[in-house]
């Protein structure tokens, strides 16, 4: 037969074939009837009202204190599931709380003991703690899990924490009254240095603003001397470029006036061959004959 749980609550199977009993956190379980026996386990969170009537603090003062806890069995630790069914098997929800409660109220009643009534009064997170770790440390012990404790009241039937609060409230009105003059004062110190700072950054700023202004100026200038400088050196180079370009149409044109020239030579030289050449072929050679025919005519002569 089958049995299932929710997962608030754990199952707890024993007899044949169960050495040691089989544990089941939310699930189910086969059970084989008349010779298994199922039992069953509360997980769900409880909430205890934890209060603990006239304990005598450390200085002899009675009070009463009243905490909330939240507590529960950890269904998903094996081990602190094995302990609070040790404990707690066949017990009743009611029970364990009841329980739970003896335990915890125990520990607070042993903390508010060694404390004064100024130390839990005035610091209830660390009297929480306290309560939450002792508490903590030993319930483990039983597979409980404290999920939290806070201190919800203390009083007393002496008036003590009436008087230590008009005592109290005196310091804080005395304190609101020191502080308002201070405050005063402080307002009024600090409006002359907020004064003081407001001259001290309108003479800076305005002396950051002359420093601003010469460094322009000094930069401009030099700004001003490269660029005429920049602008003086390219019209030189340009100048020279132009003058250095004359020269070099000059050269070329007395270099082609030379070439024209050394033609003009040429072509008289050539023009003076031709005409030596047509002058010997026209006078010379005629003459040269005649003259050899002469002397060959007198030769014939005076033979």
């Not at 544990?23 to 603990?52: D, E, H, W, Y």
């Not at 040790?86 to 009743?92: E, N, T």
């Not at 009254?177 to 800076?204: C, F, L, P, T, W």
Request: with cysteine; hydrophobic share 40%.
């Amino acid at each position: 037969m089958f049995y299932t749980c929710g997962p608030n609550e754990a199952m707890v199977v024993s007899g044949f074939c169960r050495s040691p009993p089989l544990m089941i956190a939310g699930g189910r379980v086969f059970i084989i009837p008349c010779v298994q026996q199922i039992q069953r386990i509360s997980l769900n969170t409880l909430t205890l009202n934890v209060k603990s009537d006239k304990v005598y603090t450390r200085h002899g003062v009675p009070i009463s204190v009243t905490g909330i806890a939240q507590m529960k069995i950890q269904g998903q630790n094996k081990q602190m599931l094995a302990a609070a069914c040790q404990m707690f098997m066949g017990k009743s929800e009611s029970e364990i709380a009841q329980i739970a409660l003896e335990t915890l109220e125990g520990h607070q009643r042993a903390i508010i003991a060694h404390l004064t009534v100024e130390e839990i009064y005035k610091d209830r997170k660390k009297f929480s703690e306290q309560v939450f770790k002792v508490a903590s440390s030993d319930l483990v012990n039983m597979g409980i899990s404290v999920v939290s404790y806070t201190l919800k009241d203390v009083h007393d039937d002496q008036d003590y924490l009436h008087s230590l609060g008009k005592g109290r409230t005196a310091q804080v009105q005395k304190d609101a009254r020191i502080g308002e003059a201070e405050n005063k004062r402080d307002a009024v110190i600090r409006e002359a240095h907020a004064m003081q700072e407001k001259i001290s950054a309108q003479y800076k700023n305005e002396i950051d603003m002359a420093k601003a202004q010469r460094d322009y100026e000094l930069k401009k200038a030099a700004y001003d001397i490269e660029v005429n400088t920049k602008r003086a050196e390219s019209e030189m180079a340009y100048q020279l470029q132009v003058a250095k370009t004359k020269q070099c149409i000059e050269s070329e044109k007395m270099q082609v006036q030379v070439v024209e020239r050394a033609q003009q030579i040429m072509l008289q030289e050539q023009e003076i061959t031709r005409k030596e050449k047509e002058l010997e072929a026209k006078v010379k050679k005629p003459l040269t004959c005649l003259y050899r025919l002469v002397k060959s005519f007198i030769s014939l002569l005076t033979s």
